[in-house]
């Protein structure tokens, strides 16, 4: 498989719920890494479509997650607790995107 250009990504409609965005992120990690198991579990390695997946997070999940941190440090700043939690979250995911492109 090649890797796919931006435009060639699982389609996915807007959803209108943050939690709908979520699930449509899934989705679509979900439809790019089943190619990559299915490699792997025969025993050969998947770089074209492992490629496209870390394409795939790089273009939209790092970019779904700018857009909450937008929103949402705002949205929490009088409570400092919950802004240190969804810090916490949007690190610890970040930093698992840029652990997987140092493949």
């Known amino acids: 498989m090649q890797t796919p250009s931006p435009d060639q990504s699982p389609a996915v409609a807007p959803s209108a719920t943050l939690r709908g965005e979520h699930r449509d992120l899934l989705t679509a990690v979900t439809e790019l890494a089943t190619p990559i198991l299915t490699e792997a579990d025969s025993g050969r390695w998947p770089q074209p479509d492992l490629h496209a997946l870390l394409d ?3 273009l939209e999940v790092l970019s779904q997650i700018n857009n909450e941190e937008w929103l949402l440090f705002r949205a929490s700043a009088q409570d400092p607790d919950k802004l240190a939690r969804l810090r916490q979250d949007h690190l610890d995911l970040r930093e ?3 652990e997987l492109t140092g493949f």
Do not use: R
């Open 56 to 58: 795939y997070l790089h």
């Open 96 to 98: 698992t995107v840029d």
